[in-house]
């Protein structure tokens, strides 16, 4: 194996898991977030020496691919309903999640998208705000609000549900 097929394997180890769950932020399923984190990474590796910060940069190249993807299946799904005579296209869910996760994950879906990916990337992508700022075209500090107001809005709304329970 060369050096640079296992630098590669190595960021994509690093990096993988927390950018598949980015990029379920703009995708249907998981095998299409799977497809944009692929496509993603390989923006990403072919230009990976010019940006100052690589890991910022990385993330903005599966967002893009990630956002390209949703573009093209909205298309391609206006185009079957339209060719269908007005039968719906329906998605399979993904299989049965624990109940904790299933209750963040309802939780992290309601949230804005701005302050969902900055979630996202802080928590599971380990970003520092910096990053985040350089990844999305913000300044350090609206992305250190956004995942403020996440965090407070998350809290509050799991707090809700226990309440309720």
């Known amino acids: 194996m060369t050096d640079e ?21 703009w995708c249907a399923t998981s095998a299409e977030a799977e497809d944009a984190v692929q496509d993603g990474f390989a923006r990403f ?5 010019r940006p100052r910060d690589q890991t910022a940069y990385l993330y903005a190249c ?10 093209g299946r909205r ?4 185009r079957e309903r339209n060719s269908a005579r007005g039968e719906m296209l329906v998605f399979e869910q993904p299989l049965e999640k624990v109940e904790r996760q299933a209750r963040i994950e309802a939780v ?3 949230l804005p998208g701005d302050q969902r990916e900055v979630v996202v990337m802080k928590i599971w ?10 990844a999305l075209g913000v300044s350090l ?11 407070a809005r998350m809290a509050a709304e799991l707090a809700e549900e226990v309440a309720h329970d």
């Open 62 to 71: 599966v967002r893009a691919a990630a956002m390209d993807l949703g573009r």
């Open 108 to 110: 992290l879906a309601q």
């Open 141 to 151: 500090n609206t992305a250190a609000s956004r995942y403020r107001l996440a965090l």
């Open 125 to 134: 992508g380990e970003l520092t705000f910096a990053q985040i700022g350089a």
């Open 75 to 78: 298309r391609r799904e206006t």
């Open 5 to 25: 097929a296992e630098r590669w394997r190595q960021w994509l180890r690093r990096h993988g898991a927390a950018l598949l769950l980015f990029a379920r932020q």
């Open 45 to 49: 590796w072919s230009k990976r020496g």
